[in-house]
């Protein structure tokens, strides 16, 4: 399975971007896609997850009801939309993909065993 992600940028705070990942390979392994973020000198953190089947979606708190994640099967795309940015979420934002089901909370510590190349979103102040 690969990921190819695209979108990233230089956007103002409060604005919004969109990021896509597009998938390709063994698509019909993968239950669900995720996406993560790792901004300067920081760790890499979970930031949403959604079922590549069903379309069901988990939201880290700390970017809830700002982001929105979605996904265009007949695509094989997966896309995350952020909004009303703030410089803090400058960071390279990563799409991973993942064979195990989850649910709620847990598709934050499930394992990810497919990762994009990553795509920097700078939000200036």
């Known amino acids: 399975v690969q990921l190819q992600a695209s979108g990233g940028g230089l956007v103002q705070a409060g604005g919004s971007f969109r990021l896509a990942c597009r998938l390709s390979g063994s698509i019909f392994s993968i239950y669900g896609m995720g996406w993560f973020r790792q901004a300067p000198g920081k760790e890499r953190e979970f930031v949403a997850n959604?079922?590549?089947?069903?379309?069901?979606?988990y939201y880290a708190d700390s970017v809830k009801g700002r982001v929105t994640i979605s996904r265009d099967n007949a695509l094989n795309t997966g896309y995350l939309q952020m909004d009303s940015l703030k410089p803090e979420d400058t960071a390279v934002y990563y799409c991973?993909?993942?064979?195990?089901?989850?649910?709620?909370?847990?598709?934050?510590?499930?394992?990810?065993?497919?990762w994009g190349q990553g795509t920097l979103v700078t939000v200036s102040s």
């Open positions: 959604i079922n590549w089947r069903g379309g069901n979606s």
């Open positions: 991973a993909g993942t064979n195990y089901h989850c649910s709620g909370y847990d598709c934050s510590r499930i394992q990810y065993s497919y």
